[in-house]
């Protein structure tokens, strides 16, 4: 018999998890691979075009780069804490699909998309001046913002304690030496960076896949990439 309950209950389904972790040793990382990207740039003035508009954005196999495994593992390591977190099939493992870097200068910034064909996708900070710009998330459940009720204290809730499952948007401030992981179908964008001392925002962003073990899985699935990389690999 299914017990009653006689007070005002609430769950939460269909969360969006978005997860961040500072790294120990992220200063030391930083001007490790400030210099390194830099020169990367220099050496490819062009890069590519994706979501930046007008910000440099590198090859998408820095993943496959001698020189930047020590930040790969470091990133790796992150998105296999969050596969125990969620408690992913235990026979599964992280692929790293691409990864990529940004120097974005004055008023350089990423207008709104999402990562098709990825599990977990996330950014990494390198440099951070003051106004750099934030990187914005959208509420995914499109059907939600039909219509949204009127919150008391609108300009307060999102401080710590408030209803975050009400909220149509949230911000994360860029900090150097953090990651933040999120799923590759939220819907996300990069402000302007407006710092007054023209300084660069760098940042390197990824996309991870889901691969199981081959022999539990006869099926094994490949990513889009036939060179996409693992734990295993590093």
């Known amino acids: 018999m299914t017990n009653k309950v006689f007070q005002p209950t609430r769950e939460l389904f269909f969360p969006t998890p978005i997860f961040f972790k500072d790294l120990k040793e992220g200063d030391d990382i930083n001007k490790k691979l400030i210099p390194l990207l830099y020169d990367w740039k220099k050496r490819d003035e062009k890069g590519i075009i994706r979501s930046n508009k007008s910000g440099w954005h590198s090859a998408v196999d820095m993943h496959q780069r ?7 593992k470091e990133i790796f390591e992150f998105v296999s804490e969050v596969f125990k977190m969620e408690k992913y099939h ?7 699909d691409n990864m990529w ?42 059907l939600a913002l039909q219509i949204s009720p009127i919150i008391e204290n609108t300009r307060e809730r999102q ?7 009400q909220w149509r948007e949230v911000n994360y ?35 991870f896949i889901q691969r199981f073990d081959k022999n539990y899985n006869p099926e094994h699935r490949p990513g889009h990439r036939a060179d996409n990389l693992s734990m295993l690999d590093l």
């Open 101 to 142: 870097a940004n120097i974005n200068q004055k008023y350089s910034y990423n207008r709104s998309h999402n990562h098709p064909g990825c599990l977990i996708s996330g950014v990494y900070y390198v440099k951070t001046p003051e106004n750099c710009g934030r990187i914005h998330f959208s509420d995914p459940k499109s």
């Open 90 to 96: 235990s026979k599964s493992y992280p692929v790293c």
């Open 173 to 207: 401030e860029p900090i150097a030496g953090r990651i933040i992981l999120f799923p590759s179908y939220l819907i996300h964008e990069v402000e302007q960076n407006l710092n007054e001392e023209d300084e660069d925002r760098i940042s390197l962003s990824f996309n």
């Open 66 to 72: 001698q020189e930047y495994k020590f930040i790969v």
């Open 159 to 165: 401080k710590k304690g408030s209803l975050s499952h």
